[in-house]
T-cell receptor, first 112, second 114 residues
Framework: KNEVEQSPQNLTAQEGEFITINCSYS?????LHWLQQHPGGGIVSLFM???GKKKHGRLIATINIQEKHSSLHITASHPRDSAVYIC??????????????FGKGTHLIIQP | DAGVIQSPRHEVTEMGQEVTLRCKPISGHDYLFWYRQTMMRGLELLIY????????DSGMPEDRFSAKMPNASFSTLKIQPSEPRDSAVYFCASSLVAFGNIQYFGAGTRLSVL
């Protein structure tokens, strides 16, 4: 079983819909990152969070440390939100190369 | 700032050849990361530097891979000799703090080893 599981793997929605992407992990962590990878391949770091909730524009990220779960929400989704969203966790024992684990990503398509 | 700059954007080479990927981090960022992305394995952290010093290279797959950071504004990832299974997209990223902060990614180098 992967240490970081994302769901769904693929998601197609209509413009304007509220989107939720989930990330569950099985190890103790010190922080969690959400990344966005555009169809052209470029990667943007959206959030780094270790507790609670963060908001940036139409994006909201939440984390529940006790439940080992994080969600990324997109409000009023738009076709330009179409991308792969990747969750990455930093193990609480250290964030070295072997302590940073990525999920497989969620492929999101927003149709006009 | 122009962001993290990687070169080349695309590299096609033959098995056995040496490949050198280059990265210029954002000025003032003390941390530099090299990642590899493949369809099979997704994103993987290969190595990271702090103030030009390699801190953790446990993600480097084999001795064929080496990375250097001779100064604060330049890093290289070298594969010698290259193999077809090294084909991937290699990303460089930089940040102010190791893992507790946002990382800024370069556009990546798409490597194809024939």
């Amino acid at each position: 079983k992967n240490e970081v599981e994302q769901s769904p793997q693929n998601l197609t929605a209509q413009e304007g819909e509220f989107i939720t992407i989930n990330c569950s992990y099985s190890v103790g962590i010190s922080a969690l990152h959400w990344l966005q990878q555009h169809p052209g391949g470029g990667i943007v770091s959206l959030f780094m969070l270790s507790s609670g909730k963060k908001k940036h524009g139409r994006l909201i990220a939440t984390i529940n440390i006790q439940e080992k779960h994080s969600s990324l929400h997109i409000t009023a989704s738009h076709p330009r939100d179409s991308a792969v969203y990747i969750c990455a966790v930093i193990r609480s024992s250290g964030g070295g190369a072997d302590g940073l684990t990525f999920g497989k990503g969620t492929h999101l398509i927003i149709q006009p | 700032d122009a962001g993290v700059i990687q070169s080349p954007r695309h590299e096609v080479t033959e098995m056995g050849q040496e490949v050198t990927l280059r990265c210029k981090p954002i000025s003032g960022h003390d941390y530099l990361f090299w990642y590899r992305q493949t369809m099979m394995r997704g994103l993987e952290l290969l190595i990271y530097f702090n103030n030009n010093v390699p801190i953790d290279d446990s993600g480097m797959p084999e001795d064929r891979f080496s990375a250097k950071m001779p100064n604060a504004s330049f890093s290289t990832l070298k594969i010698q000799p290259s193999e077809p299974r090294d084909s991937a997209v290699y990303f460089c990223a930089s940040s102010l703090v190791a893992f507790g902060n946002i990382q800024y990614f370069g556009a990546g180098t798409r490597l194809s080893v024939l």
